[in-house]
């Protein structure tokens, strides 16, 4: 029997978009208060009765976070061009390593907007 847990982080963090317009206000460096949204697909732990630890993922998922919190985007490894799509590509390649059940991160860069990198699909 499998579950779907999600949980959420907060981070600030800045950025610029290297790719557009001099014009487009997101090629000037900027902050967002990002949502990341990380799903799971797994089978429910029969004697314990879930899936997986909250706990447990936060604390493997920590050293990502903090990679990314209060810091320019564009200077993290892997980031020169730090757009929310290549952010949650980004997340679902390191956090996927570390959490085989992970099938989805979403990353919220405003109240209003979302894009999620569905990985593979269960
Ligand atoms: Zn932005």
């Known amino acids: 029997m499998k ?6 982080f907060q981070i600030e963090s800045a950025r610029f978009l290297p790719h557009l317009p001099k014009t487009h ?10 949502v990341l949204i990380f799903t799971f697909l797994g089978e429910l732990d029969p004697q314990i009765g879930w899936v997986r630890d909250y706990h447990e993922i936060n604390e ?3 050293p ?5 919190d209060h810091q320019v985007l564009n200077e993290v490894e892997g980031l020169s061009n730090p757009t929310s799509e290549l952010l949650a ?3 679902f390649e390191r956090a996927r390593t570390l959490l085989p059940e992970l099938t989805r991160v979403t990353v919220k860069e405003t109240p209003t907007t979302e894009c999620s990198y569905p990985g593979v699909l269960a």
């Open 3 to 8: 579950f779907e847990l999600k949980t959420q």
């Open 25 to 34: 206000p997101c090629a000037r460096m900027h902050g967002h208060s990002f």
């Open 60 to 62: 493997l998922l920590r």
């Open 64 to 68: 990502l976070l903090t990679q990314l």
């Open 89 to 91: 590509l980004w997340l």
